[in-house]
T-cell receptor, first 115, second 115 residues
């Protein structure tokens, strides 16, 4: 069974700190891996998408890496700000599911950045 | 470019009733996927529609059904509601092309409460 796991489940840091969120998945045969952000009671906002052939993607203060062979991805957030407080979700499209509409999500990491 | 639109935003129903949720994808997108989000189970895939055909289906009972119209708008129906169906229902749209850089764009969701 394909699964996606995120640790830690919650993280609280002071403003300005650099931080790393972790994601692991059980099958290396993937189309891609995506990181999303979700604010309370809202939908998901796509942050970064890493294709299976890529090792990392960067957008502003965010950097996501992918190690398919070990089944791991990390999301690095530099110089965190209170506005970064949200739940961060990792989602994988496995090759076996046959279409990109079927994402397998981790349970998320709830990030709180204190001023 | 308008985003993904879900209606209604909130719904309150009683056990045994049925409910229909609506999703309008981004213009030009042909794929719509539906997800259920609960605190306990997280985000779980319900089904995906592409060009009016169900392309993929998750592990949910037959009470959950959907359809897609020729303009790519999609509806999801839940019959004989149970308390456990209380959740945030999210839809996502994409072009539907099976490429590794295919991104999903999510709506704000419909919060369903079953009393």
């Amino acid at each position: 069974k394909q699964e996606v796991t995120q640790i830690p489940a919650a993280l609280s840091v002071p403003e300005g700190e650099n931080l790393v969120l972790n994601c692991s998945f059980t099958d290396s045969a993937i189309y891609n891996l995506q990181w999303f952000r979700q604010d309370p009671g809202k939908g998901l906002t796509s942050l970064l998408l890493i294709q299976s052939s890529q090792r990392e993607q960067t957008s502003g203060r965010l950097n996501a890496s992918l190690d398919k062979s070990s089944g791991r991805s990390t999301l690095y957030i530099a110089a965190s700000q209170p506005g970064d407080s949200a739940t961060y979700l990792c989602a994988v499209t496995f090759l076996s599911v046959g279409s990109q509409g079927n994402l397998i999500f981790g349970k998320g990491t709830k990030l709180s950045v204190k001023p | 470019k308008a985003g993904v639109t879900q209606t209604p935003r909130y719904l309150i129903k009683t056990r045994g009733q049925q409910v229909t949720l609506s999703c309008s994808p981004i213009s030009g997108h042909r794929s719509v996927s539906w997800y259920q989000q609960t605190p306990g189970q997280g985000l779980q895939f319900l089904f995906e529609y592409f060009s009016e055909t169900q392309r993929n289906k998750g592990n949910f009972p037959g009470r959950f059904s959907g359809r897609q119209f020729s303009n790519s708008r999609s509806e999801m129906n839940v019959s004989t509601l149970e308390l456990g169906d209380s959740a945030l229902y999210l839809c996502a749209s994409s072009s539907g092309e099976r490429t590794a850089n295919e991104k999903l764009f999510f709506g704000s969701g419909t919060q369903l409460s079953v009393l």
